[in-house]
């Protein structure tokens, strides 16, 4: 994952733009990020070793994670994404609740996290940042509309790696890189199920 992130934390260095403190540097990283065509999913997760967790826990609600996973009822599902790109939101003895944002087109995925950045517990978007969410907090707040569709239930023995988990300086970046390996269906058709 460091590949990309400091490619594109250099140009954005030379340009004087800094992660995440004002509207136009989310920007400016959302826009750098949409003009990546392609991405190793795999080289993400192996990549970047400092920032790979074993797994999640209560301390992980808040925080950007990504990971590789085989849904158990992949069967009946019409679609799914094998490369989660998530927000968990809560915790349950064989799995957790996450937002995947990749169930959502980039434009909505940007307005979607613009409204989270409002529960961020800080404004450093450091190790110490994270979004202070809650599915009730979300199903109550109308700046929040359109999440429903990105809200799935992750089991514990149905994820195949490690997590990768994503520094706050870089949610913009992975908010538009195209990591989403969705199953069954194209992103165009599953952005269609979105509205």
């Known amino acids: 994952m460091a590949y990309i992130f400091q490619d594109i934390a250099k140009k954005a260095a030379s340009a004087g733009i800094t992660p995440n403190d004002t ?26 070793r400092k920032n790979v967790v074993g797994g999640l826990t209560i301390e992980s609600i808040g925080r950007m994670y990504m990971f590789f996973y085989d849904p158990k009822t992949k069967d009946k599902l019409p679609y799914y994404d094998n490369f989660p790109l998530i927000f968990p939101i809560n915790f349950y003895s064989d799995g957790f609740l996450g937002i995947n944002l990749h169930y959502l087109p980039p434009y909505a995925r940007a307005q979607l996290m613009n409204a989270l950045y409002e529960t961020a517990n800080n404004d450093k978007y450091d190790a110490s940042t994270k979004l202070q969410i809650s599915y009730r907090i979300l199903n109550s707040s109308a700046s929040f509309s359109g999440f429903k569709v990105c809200v799935k239930r992750y089991l514990h023995q149905h994820v195949q790696s490690l997590f990768l988990y994503v520094e706050p300086k870089n949610w913009d970046t992975a908010l538009m890189l195209p990591t ?8 165009q058709d599953v952005f269609k199920e979105a509205f």
Not at 34 to 39: F, M, W
Not at 180 to 187: D, N
């Open 23 to 48: 509207a136009t540097a989310r920007d400016w990283f959302r826009n750098a990020a949409q003009g990546i065509t392609s991405v190793s999913a795999r080289r993400l997760v192996m990549g970047d």
């Open 180 to 187: 989403e390996r969705f199953v069954k269906a194209s992103k």
